[in-house]
């Protein structure tokens, strides 16, 4: 005998931009949670877009508002997705899917990624409250004074609004 073995942890990454988190994002991950042991939320760079919030303020946004579930470790990352799940053992990518064009879209890319590394994607249908939600449309919405007060998670609300306040 060798000793006990060594246990694997089921993992998984939610990316995005997450610019802001949205109830709509916070579902997909809460339900992956349960899922799997952990969930990494990789926080995509861009640096040809400018994003209403810093990477480093949209990880603490996602760190507040996933610290419930008790398994998501949230970082950032750039380049591409699949390095970052082979650096960290991560096979899956769990994708939230709104509507049929998101499958268009996402399809490609599950099928380039599993072709470039291996790593599967699962797509899990949003909750068809969320089905419309975008970050990019609170953000809209917010502007002109709209009430996205059910979109998302208090922290972010407040954060948002404050932001929106400043310009």
Same mark, same amino acid.
């Given at each position: 005998?060798t000793?006990p $073995?060594? @246990?694997?942890?089921?993992r998984? #990454?939610?990316?995005?931009?997450?610019d802001p988190? *949205?109830?709509?994002?916070?579902?997909i991950i809460g339900?992956a !949670?349960k899922l %799997?042991?952990? #969930?990494?939320?990789?926080v995509m760079?861009n640096q040809?877009?400018?994003?209403l919030?810093? @990477?480093?303020e949209?990880?603490? /946004?996602i760190? &507040?508002? *996933?610290? $419930?579930?008790?398994?998501v &470790?949230v $970082?950032?990352?750039?380049g591409? =997705? #699949?390095d970052?799940c082979k650096?960290?053992?991560?096979?899956a990518i769990?994708?939230?899917?709104r509507?049929?064009?998101?499958?268009? %879209?996402?399809l490609?890319?599950?099928?380039?990624?599993i072709?470039?590394s291996g790593? &599967?994607?699962l797509f899990v249908? *949003?909750?068809?409250?969320y089905?419309? /939600? !975008?970050?990019?449309?609170?953000?809209e919405v917010?502007t002109?004074?709209?009430? #996205?007060?059910? /979109?998302?998670p208090?922290?972010?609300? *407040?954060a =948002?609004? $404050?932001r929106?306040? &400043?310009?």
């Amino acid at each position: 005998m060798t000793g006990p $073995e060594e @246990i694997q942890l089921r993992r998984a #990454v939610c990316p995005g931009s997450f610019d802001p988190i *949205t109830n709509g994002h916070l579902d997909i991950i809460g339900r992956a !949670s349960k899922l %799997y042991d952990v #969930v990494h939320v990789a926080v995509m760079i861009n640096q040809s877009k400018k994003g209403l919030f810093s @990477i480093d303020e949209r990880i603490d /946004l996602i760190r &507040e508002v *996933t610290a $419930e579930f008790g398994n998501v &470790e949230v $970082e950032s990352f750039h380049g591409l =997705l #699949v390095d970052f799940c082979k650096q960290r053992d991560i096979p899956a990518i769990v994708k939230g899917l709104r509507a049929v064009s998101d499958f268009d %879209y996402e399809l490609q890319m599950a099928q380039m990624n599993i072709g470039l590394s291996g790593v &599967e994607t699962l797509f899990v249908p *949003t909750n068809p409250v969320y089905s419309f /939600l !975008s970050s990019s449309l609170v953000k809209e919405v917010a502007t002109w004074g709209g009430d #996205v007060t059910h /979109l998302l998670p208090p922290a972010v609300l *407040t954060a =948002l609004t $404050e932001r929106l306040g &400043e310009r």
